[in-house]
């Protein structure tokens, strides 16, 4: 299982709260080829993203990582729909109190330009596990269903 940041800004029309309040039973699909146009994050779909994976959801205009969401496909090539299905929301945790840019995530080169600009971008295991303490202190009441989540998936 690996773990990814995936960026949207919410200027253009779309937020993730639209995907964690959704009531959507079975997988979300997410991203098309219109939405998602870096070659890295293209060839970071297509190669290496799969199924179970983590997705750590940031609105790079608010500057704020919003939730978490599990990968219910492996990544998918341009002109097959979407590039990507996230689990049913109710699988994911929507963070009561997200975390800022600064300083929550100043850790994690994914978040910084000298990464890349792309939507799609891997977090280093070693910025995860402290990601993943940051998580529960900022959420407490959430701890539960973090820790439910960031278990590696059955299968």
Known sequence: ??????????????????????RARGPY???????????????????EVKRGDLFLCYETDRKQLVGVARAASDGRDTGLGSLLDFCPPREAVYLQSPLARHPDLNHILAFTPSRGRGTIQPIDVDEFARLRRILIAKNPGQAPALSNIFREPRG
Do not use: H
């Open 1 to 22: 299982m690996r773990c990814w940041v995936f960026k949207i800004n919410t200027r253009r029309g779309w937020e993730f709260a639209q995907y964690f309040r959704s």
């Open 29 to 47: 699909p997410l991203g098309d080829e219109g939405w998602i146009r870096s070659a890295l994050s293209l060839r970071y779909l297509r190669q």
